[in-house]
């Protein structure tokens, strides 16, 4: 996890301009969302395909599926509240990290990092989004917007230090 710049956010997960995630991926499976209620089969699916792939040397799953699932979760819940359409979810794998990539179709509404408010129900999907990802960002191709969230594989040998 990154070092919370002033006012706790992620210093790398400055959302207020566009980037693209990590090149050098390879698409592990991808799923349409049409509404919340489809989530569940989301998380179970992302379990699922998770726990038979293949880590590379020295890397350990450990929780990787958890944090996937929970970050895979906020940020469909966000597209499908603000993007009015149906969204995609793909799971994509670099040599130590996944990369989740959700895209919906409002390229007006931009995703931007806001502090907790009491005041209000929700709005905390991005941000619960940093606390689980090495790196969070968006950007806008052919129409279509992607929030993506990179997760990394930990070293075995870092396990339980």
Do not use: C
């Amino acid at each position: 996890m990154h070092d919370p710049a002033p006012g706790g956010h992620p210093a790398a997960m400055d959302l207020d301009h566009s980037s693209y995630p990590p090149h050098h991926t390879s698409l592990v499976q991808e799923w349409t969302i049409n509404s919340v209620s489809e989530l569940y089969q989301l998380r179970t699916a992302l379990f699922i395909t998770m726990a038979g792939l293949r880590m590379p040397e020295g890397g350990a799953l450990d929780a990787v599926p958890d944090k996937i699932a929970v970050v895979a979760t906020e940020l469909a819940t966000n597209a499908l509240t603000h993007g009015g359409s149906q969204t995609r979810v793909s799971l994509r794998r670099a040599e130590r990290a996944f990369i989740l990539d959700v895209t919906d179709q409002l390229t007006s509404s931009l995703p931007h990092l806001k502090p907790p408010d009491a005041s209000r129900a929700g709005g905390l999907g991005l941000l619960i989004a940093t606390r689980f990802s090495r790196s969070l960002g968006w950007y806008i191709e052919n129409h279509t917007k992607h929030v993506w969230a990179e997760v990394a594989i930990p070293d075995w040998n870092a396990q339980g230090t």
